[in-house]
Nanobody, 124 residues
Framework: VQLQASGGGLVQAGGSLRLSCKASGRTFSRSAMGWFRQAPGKEREFVAA????????YYADSVKGRFTISRDNAKNTVYLQMNNLKPEDTAVYYC??????????????????WGQGTLVTVSS
């Protein structure tokens, strides 16, 4: 199983980026998926999660209203649209997937699979 994250880069404050995470090796169409990030010198933190159907989403307070998580189960891919980026959003962003199926309570998801990360740098 592999999760391949892409879409990171350098952007000015106020700009936008769209991250993608494509899964291979198995389908996650019945599993929750999420995004995390780790800034230099800090611990990894939760960013956003989405239920298997896409009908439920959950965000960290720091990104609520600016980031949108979505998924395309036909493509086995999850996305993170990031708008109005701030310098404090600078981090390596990781996608993750739950091995369990049908989880509805997103704050309780335990992620079993992790991608390799993509770097997002926001300049002021």
């Amino acid at each position: 199983v592999q999760l391949q994250a892409s879409g990171g880069g350098l952007v000015q404050a106020g700009g936008s980026l769209r991250l993608s995470c494509k899964a291979s090796g198995r389908t996650f169409s019945r599993s929750a998926m999420g995004w995390f990030r780790q800034a230099p010198g800090k611990e990894r933190e939760f960013v956003a999660a989405i239920s298997w159907s896409g009908g439920t989403t959950y965000y960290a307070d720091s990104v609520k209203g600016r980031f949108t998580i979505s998924r395309d189960n036909a493509k086995n891919t999850v996305y993170l649209q990031m708008n109005n980026l701030k310098p404090e959003d600078t981090a390596v962003y990781y996608c993750a997937a739950d091995n369990a199926e049908g989880t509805r309570w997103l704050p309780g998801v335990l992620y079993d699979y992790w991608g390799q990360g993509t770097l997002v740098t926001v300049s002021s």
